[in-house]
């Protein structure tokens, strides 16, 4: 399939740097900021106002979704009118687009089948799970249906309606409106830590693959909790999975993990041959507080213990992206940053701190879901704003390795090191409340109005961290971008001053200078509350300059 389509635009894809990876959208690396629309917003008569808002936001892509259920009612007849109404609000609104294959599998259920799939258990027969209680359920919850992975007739037939997916998009996107395709959502199993249908009794009681018994030979691809148990079995280098892995809940995650990766890469495969997108496959995080074993978050899914399976079993991928929903999202993001997986977050709740950590990663995109309800003047929509013009800027530094991500929480300082110089970066407001009342003065209060990002739907305060970019731009001159930072430099060789600071905006690009910022105004120099931009150019003195 050639990189390029009939109308000679270059096909997007992902390319590896020095220091990570990088998506390259019509011949120039790209920044994705955008979000994801709420399930049901890509089947809404108001799907063009909606898609308008996220332009709005300053954003560049918007994720929306295309689901077996309505592609494909009917088995062999196709529906793409809900692809193309995307496509045509994307377009209209200056945006690319991310579309989800919503198939046999979504947040570890399939109630995006098509009722001709899920109306057959015979042909498509369904998961037999334990009985632990489903995360987002509740005493009188209805049935929600759930597809067994090992159906070769459910694959067969996922794969059918997604390769006529694709082949729908390579004809009617020649522009490559689309830069990127999920297979499938947040895939596993809820409720026990592996199916116990009939023919997923079958597959397990098979022989183990022995492209996963390679990965027994690289130290730290498998959980030591696994690798403990092949070695207490015997070490054995063939076997069926109790035999090779024994039988806990471990061995049972390992066993899904490679069918529903085998499953996605039967898919990523044949609709790449239609098309050749970048694909991925998103995850459910686990394990995580309160879902501390396979089964509690979706067993076999691309979480954190199993990525190595993923790789090995889905190479048609190309990457495996994570889903950020809990707290800490430092060790959320953590196990996917890694040197063989481009960083990209197509899920996220409303707290923009975690946009400028994942970028300061390398991330090439990130998407907050439930875009459709976000205010355009929300801290996340000013972030999109800032961040939009400094594109060539932060591609360029993080395929040098020149950019790092702060995020900070209350009483939290973070240590950087450029070169030879060294960054003490803290809470501007808690820095100056300080200083304040050591001399005396009263402090200004804290913060305790954060409006919602959003303004209706469920409310998401603002975020007040102290969060942003730095970026080295050459030897004694960086770029801070972000909100309430405090930065201190020092060399261990020389005395280093901040020689001058300019507050200003980048547009496509070009610096353009709003403000010279000095005296007091040196102790914050992005704003407290809103997003900014800073350019710092410091002065070096030899040692014991008087």
Do not use: C
């Not at 390319?15 to 089947?43: C, F, K, W």
């Not at 395929?399 to 060294?422: C, K, M, S, T, Y």
């Not at 305060?461 to 020092?490: K, S």
Request: net charge negative; hydrophobic share 45%; glycine share 10%.
């Amino acid at each position: 399939m050639s990189s390029s389509s009939a109308t000679g635009t270059p096909l997007p894809r992902v390319e590896r740097t020095a220091h990570g990876h990088r998506l390259i959208v019509d011949g120039r690396p790209a920044l994705l900021l955008g979000g994801q629309l709420h399930n049901s917003t890509p089947t809404d008569v108001e799907l063009p106002a909606a898609v308008d808002r996220v332009s709005g936001l300053s954003a560049s892509v918007v994720i929306g979704a295309a689901s077996w259920s309505l592609v494909e009612p009917e088995e062999g007849r196709h529906d793409f009118s809900t692809v193309d109404d995307q496509l045509e609000a994307a377009r209209a609104s200056g945006l690319r687009l991310i579309l989800i294959w919503f198939g046999a599998f979504k947040n570890a259920t399939s109630t995006y089948a098509p009722t001709w799939v899920r109306a057959d258990p015979v042909r498509f027969p369904r998961a037999s799970a334990g009985g632990r209680k489903e995360a987002f359920t509740h005493a009188d919850t209805t049935a929600r249906p759930v597809l067994s992975v090992f159906s070769e007739d459910l694959g067969a037939a996922d794969r059918r309606a997604f390769v006529a997916f694709m082949a729908h998009l390579r004809e009617v996107d020649p522009q490559h409106t689309v830069l990127m395709v999920q297979v499938e959502n947040e895939v596993g199993l809820l409720r026990d830590s592996r199916d116990r249908s009939p023919r997923a009794e079958a597959a397990w009681a098979g022989p183990v693959p022995p492209a996963l018994l390679q990965l027994l030979d690289r130290e730290g691809a498998l959980p030591e909790s696994v690798t403990a148990a092949w070695r207490s079995g015997g070490a054995r280098r063939e076997g069926t999975w109790p035999e090779v892995f024994g039988a806990g809940w471990e061995a049972d995650e390992l066993f899904m993990a490679w069918h529903f990766a085998a499953y996605a890469e039967a898919l990523a495969a044949a609709g790449k041959a239609a098309k050749p997108l970048p694909m991925y496959v998103n995850a459910w995080l686990g394990p995580q507080p309160g879902q501390p074993e396979a089964g509690d978050y979706p067993s076999g899914g691309p979480a954190s213990r199993v990525l190595d399976v993923w790789k090995a079993a889905a190479p048609s991928l190309d990457l495996l992206a994570p889903d950020i929903y809990v707290d800490d999202v430092k060790a959320a993001i953590a196990p996917y940053h890694r040197p063989d997986n481009p960083l990209f977050v197509p899920e996220s709740r409303l707290a923009t701190g975690n946009l400028f950590w994942a970028l300061g990663l390398g991330a090439f995109g990130f998407s907050a879901f439930g875009v459709d309800d976000v205010r355009p003047h929300s801290r996340l929509a000013q972030a999109y704003s800032v961040l939009g013009g400094l594109t060539d800027v932060i591609t360029s530094a993080q395929a040098d390795g020149r950019i790092a991500g702060v995020l900070l929480e209350e009483g939290e300082r973070q240590h950087l090191a450029f070169g030879d110089l060294r960054l003490v970066i803290q809470g501007s407001r808690a820095l100056l409340q300080a200083m304040l009342l050591d001399a005396g003065v009263q402090a200004p209060p804290p913060v305790v109005d954060r409006p919602s990002e959003t303004d209706h739907g469920i409310p998401a305060p603002a975020d007040t961290r102290a969060f942003g970019l730095v970026i080295q731009q050459g030897p004694d001159e960086f770029l801070v971008v972000g909100q309430n930072l405090a930065v201190d430099f020092a060399a261990p060789d020389a005395i280093v001053e901040i020689d001058g600071v300019e507050a200003g905006r980048y547009d496509r690009g070009e610096w353009t200078r709003t403000r010279v910022v000095n005296g007091d105004e040196r102790l914050m120099i992005v704003p407290l509350d809103e997003v900014g931009i800073a350019r710092v150019r410091l002065l070096r003195l030899p040692t014991g300059t008087a």
